[in-house]
């Protein structure tokens, strides 16, 4: 059955609602996003009357992809591409532009691909890519369970709410950039004051200068095969714990 054409503006509208109280409701959390954002595609295109599945993809730069979809048959469908090493959600972010499968039943660029999306019950793909900021690359994927499932009007309207789905995610990804950092820039700090505390324990103790209590630090992080901050930490925990001396930690 064919697409019953949703306003654009509504779409759009919609989205940016979506996205909004998901991030005033939940924060930055990209996963979350994702898979609220799947479950509205997945209700919002498609034929009507004809089951659809959603899937996005996100890679960012040092971090583990995010796979989220409306159902794990959508997920699922995801994962094949990487499994197969191509489909049209690779496609689609490789080329920069949408593309449009109407039956995998005859589609010959991903023979392995197109065959298990069969073997689940799905028979066209409709993928987008995502506009992101920073390195960050992504596709929104629609998987219908009938051949020809999107036709121009659903195809203008993912365009219309990846539009709009691309502003939002790269503000929220801007945010957990920055909450990122903060936490980094925190965690930093709390090192190195448990660094300074170590060494300054090590200075009274040994009489030595700063330098001298530093390489004290180093030289068992290396031999025990510990993090600095983690031997820094052990010699403030005996401190605190009453003992007297740490002469293990002696040069």
């Given at each position: 059955?064919?697409?019953?054409?949703?306003?654009?503006?509504?779409?759009?509208?919609?989205?940016?609602?979506?996205?909004?109280?998901?991030?005033?409701?939940?924060?930055?959390?990209?996963?979350?996003?994702?898979?609220?954002?799947?479950?509205y595609v997945a209700?919002?295109?498609?034929?009507?009357?004809?089951?659809?599945?959603?899937?996005?993809r996100l890679d960012?730069?040092?971090?583990?992809?995010?796979?989220?979809?409306?159902?794990?048959?959508?997920?699922?469908?995801?994962?094949?591409?990487?499994?197969f090493g191509g489909?049209?959600?690779?496609?689609?972010?490789?080329?920069?532009?949408?593309?449009?499968?109407?039956?995998?039943?005859?589609?010959?660029?991903?023979?392995?691909?197109?065959?298990?999306?069969?073997?689940?019950?799905?028979?066209?793909?409709?993928?987008?890519?995502?506009?992101?900021?920073?390195?960050?690359?992504?596709?929104?994927?629609?998987?219908?369970?009938?051949?020809?499932?999107?036709?121009?009007?659903?195809?203008?309207?993912?365009?219309?709410?990846?539009?709009?789905?691309?502003?939002?995610?790269?503000?929220?990804?801007?945010?957990?950039?920055?909450?990122?950092?903060?936490?980094?820039?925190?965690?930093?700090?709390?090192?190195?004051?448990?660094?300074?505390?170590?060494?300054?324990?090590?200075?009274?103790?040994?009489?030595?200068?700063?330098?001298?209590?530093?390489?004290?630090?180093?030289?068992?992080?290396?031999?025990?095969?510990?993090?600095?901050?983690?031997?820094?930490?052990?010699?403030?925990?005996?401190?605190?714990?009453?003992?007297?001396?740490?002469?293990?930690?002696?040069?």
């Amino acid at each position: 059955m064919p697409h019953t054409a949703v306003p654009h503006e509504r779409i759009q509208a919609d989205v940016a609602l979506l996205l909004q109280n998901l991030v005033l409701e939940s924060g930055p959390v990209v996963d979350v996003l994702l898979s609220e954002l799947a479950r509205y595609v997945a209700a919002t295109l498609g034929p009507d009357g004809s089951e659809i599945v959603c899937g996005i993809r996100l890679d960012r730069h040092k971090k583990a992809s995010v796979v989220a979809g409306s159902d794990p048959a959508a997920q699922l469908l995801d994962q094949l591409e990487g499994r197969f090493g191509g489909g049209p959600g690779m496609t689609a972010v490789h080329t920069h532009s949408t593309v449009n499968v109407p039956d995998l039943r005859g589609e010959r660029l991903w023979p392995e691909y197109a065959a298990a999306a069969g073997n689940n019950g799905f028979l066209a793909v409709l993928s987008v890519p995502l506009k992101l900021e920073d390195g960050c690359r992504g596709v929104l994927n629609v998987y219908g369970r009938e051949a020809g499932a999107f036709d121009r009007n659903a195809a203008a309207a993912a365009d219309a709410l990846v539009q709009q789905a691309s502003k939002g995610l790269s503000l929220v990804l801007r945010m957990a950039k920055l909450e990122d950092t903060r936490e980094g820039m925190s965690a930093a700090m709390q090192s190195r004051t448990v660094i300074d505390l170590a060494t300054g324990a090590i200075m009274a103790q040994n009489r030595c200068g700063q330098d001298s209590a530093f390489r004290v630090l180093q030289k068992a992080s290396n031999t025990r095969n510990m993090k600095l901050r983690d031997v820094a930490a052990a010699v403030v925990a005996s401190i605190a714990g009453g003992a007297k001396t740490f002469t293990y930690f002696d040069e």
